[in-house]
């Protein structure tokens, strides 16, 4: 078993320590952000992220790519469009093919997605208000370079992105360091 890795100045945070804060801070994140994206639009979980990923990127789009966004088997992905389909947030038709089912958002869904993000951004705002520009620029890259981490790393399962406001972001610019890295890794150009 390897030792934590540990600093010879007592003041430095060792790179176990730095993790160990950063994994503290994302189950908060996580948590919090989730309570007020619920409280918010009374939607958790991949509801929610079902709605946010068809307002912002996704739509109109087929249960398979929905299910793939989310990371759920295909009954997982027809039993959530269900539930969605029966609070009239989203409606079902026919894809482009007659294999597939397209998902497109109601006009109630799409101002459910709408509070999901804004929910989201209201809570996560306010914690990087004590940062100045710099600090947030600088904070700004190295989460990117922690991201490009998770993403060279990650195989598989639901989406990063899958609650992300594209905008803001910079995806539509190609400066989102997960889309970046993301095209890197699976050799395809930046969706925009």
């Known amino acids: ?28 994140i996580t948590d919090q952000s989730a ?19 068809l307002h912002h990127f996704l739509e109109p789009a087929t249960l398979d790519q929905l299910r793939q966004v989310l990371g759920l088997t295909p009954s997982g992905a027809v039993k959530l469009v269900d539930r969605l ?11 482009t093919d007659g294999r597939t089912r397209s998902v497109t958002l109601t006009p109630a869904g799409r101002r459910a997605a709408e509070q999901i993000s804004a929910a989201r951004a209201a809570y996560l705002s306010p914690l990087l208000e004590e940062l ?23 195989d598989g399962g639901a989406w990063i992105c899958r609650l992300c406001d594209l905008e803001s972001c910079g995806r539509p610019a190609s400066q ?10 699976y050799s395809r150009p930046v969706l925009k």
């Open 85 to 95: 389909a029966d609070a009239d947030l989203v409606t079902r038709g026919p894809g």
């Open 35 to 53: 309570d007020a994206v619920t409280t918010a639009s009374g939607q958790a979980g991949s509801a929610a992220a079902a709605l946010s990923a």
């Open 1 to 28: 078993m390897s030792k934590p890795t540990t600093s010879s100045t007592a003041n430095q945070p060792t790179t176990s320590g730095t993790a160990n804060l950063l994994g503290a801070l994302a189950l908060v």
């Open 132 to 154: 100045s520009a710099e600090e947030n620029r600088t904070l700004h890259t190295l989460l990117g370079r922690v991201m490009t981490a998770v993403v060279d790393a990650k």
């Open 176 to 185: 989102c360091p997960t889309a970046t890295a993301a095209a890197r890794k």
